[in-house]
């Protein structure tokens, strides 16, 4: 797993609250407001989050779009990992098959050889013995 990528936040790390926005119109929660929590800020439009009667602050609306883009960033990289292991796994099964299948057509194909190879050798005595009686007579 590659723990190089200081963009993701841990699931342990801390996120520091963002001090109240002095009116609703000057809240600017970008990136550079929190840095090196995200490359880009989470858009508005990847999480819509439930109504409810309570009113939603704008820190918590914040908090709300990070959880999901974590949560999206953990379960894409899982992804890629899951993908990473199930072909790795799938060439090691098909080289294990494969070797298999080889060894068995070595031997069926060696079993045929010498079962040739013996009748060819006992029609050869046959007609060779033949020829000799025949040339006595």
Do not use: C
Request: charged share 20%; proline share 9%.
């Amino acid at each position: 797993m590659n723990h190089d990528d200081n963009s993701i936040p841990l699931l342990t790390e801390v996120i520091p609250a963002a001090p109240a926005p002095a009116s609703p119109a000057a809240a600017d929660y970008t990136a550079a407001a929190f840095p090196g929590a995200f490359h880009t800020p989470p858009s508005a439009t990847s999480y819509q989050p439930p109504v409810s009667a309570v009113p939603v602050t704008p820190a918590a609306e914040q908090y709300r779009q990070w959880e999901q883009e974590i949560r999206e960033n953990v379960l894409q990289s899982l992804l890629e990992q899951a993908d990473t292991v199930l072909q790795q796994h799938l060439q090691d099964q098909m080289a294990l098959a494969l070797d298999n299948l080889a060894t068995i057509l070595t031997q069926r194909i060696k079993e045929n050889l010498h079962e040739a190879l013996a009748e060819t050798v006992t029609r050869a005595v046959a007609e060779e013995m033949a020829r000799f009686a025949s040339s006595k007579k």
